[in-house]
């Protein structure tokens, strides 16, 4: 492909592969622990980070990485200490984050809302050699935390007070966890952009949830969904002139919706199959449901 010849454009399918390893990789713990918008939160906090490093002359991806692990590492102590005026500590920190970064990159010099425009909604032309430096290592963090400890971030997402009661450090993890998310953010932001990256964190989880609800697979399946429309919308977006950001999006939404198409009737067939194989007169199995809304009943 003649895109490859081009140093920007294999900057930028480096930088896409290990966004779409890293982004269902943390992910997956966040939709477990009912924090989907985090990701979301997190961007916003970053902006003033970017905003930062061109105030300062000094690397935006490493300054957003510093401030937006500041920021979630805030949100959780406000998660743990504010749980009567919790919502609206969280909001004045997002809104103050988006605030603090257009006024920083107007205060640098030569800085304009324009030089955000690249890290909002991401820039392939704008991947630097210094960007895939700090992409790889911060990446790498991202992958030892989210494979190195996957038992123990499982089982506090799944219940925290069974894993208190286990004996493991259940503040501790959740503080990794909303580092490891800013880390993932500040890795993803380039290609995908601050404002969309949380969409690659959730919804290629949810999309694998479709066809697993084992942990592993699930895993697996998220991260190749998000290798494959990274890449995918890296791609498009080079040769059709789009943003790299709103496709990959769009991408991962498409993905969603073809194997949720794909699920539901290969779910009747199994029931169907199921309930053929059980001899007459055997009693039903009784099944509890994962989770139920507010108001549910468990039936018998």
Sequence with gaps: ?????????????????????????????????????MGDGIGHVAMTGVGLGFLLSTSPVWMATLVSVLGAVLMELIRWYGRTRGDIALAMLFYGGMAGGVMFINLAPGGSNANLTSYLFGSLSTVSQSDVVAICLLAAFVVLVTLGLRRQLFAVSQDEEFARVTGLPVRALNLLTAVTAAVTVTVAMRVVGLLLVSALMVVPVAAAQQLSRSFAATFAIAVAIGVSVTIGGTITSYYQDVPPGATIVLLTIAAFIVLTALATPLARRRARALAASRPAGDPAECVIPASRGAGDEVGV
């Design 1 to 37: 492909m003649d895109l490859l010849n081009y140093a920007f454009m294999q900057r930028a399918l480096l930088a896409a592969v290990l966004v779409g390893i890293t982004a269902p990789a943390v992910g997956i713990y966040l939709v477990q622990r009912r924090q989907a918008l």
